[in-house]
């Protein structure tokens, strides 16, 4: 027999259909993603940490983002410190493509 669990105590995430790419490649899930791929670093899917903005689906598309752009490709403008509209592009472009996994 399988126990339910009850639906107060499950964390919500948001549905990656309806949150906007600014949102998700801006969102502290998907840079430490890509930073964390980048440094080498192992993956970490059950931090706690990553389920405070309920985005812990975007630290996986971070960690696959960063495979597939140019290593040196910066998530924010360093001279206006806003997100990157190149990194906003290509993601919009592999999403769409399906190389980002769900």
Known sequence: MVSEIASD?????ADPDLVS?????GSHAFRRGVSEVRT????RY??????????????EWGRQFAL???HDLPLISPD???????AVYLFN?????????R
């Open 21 to 25: 790419a600014d949102i998700i490649v």
């Open 80 to 86: 206006e410190g806003t997100i990157n509209p190149r």
């Open 46 to 59: 059950d931090d706690e940490v990553l389920a405070l903005d309920g985005m812990q689906w975007a630290y």
């Open 40 to 43: 080498g670093r192992q993956p």
């Open 68 to 70: 597939l752009v140019p």
């Open 9 to 13: 105590s499950v964390p919500k995430q």
């Open 93 to 101: 472009i592999y999403r769409a493509r399906g190389q980002l996994c």
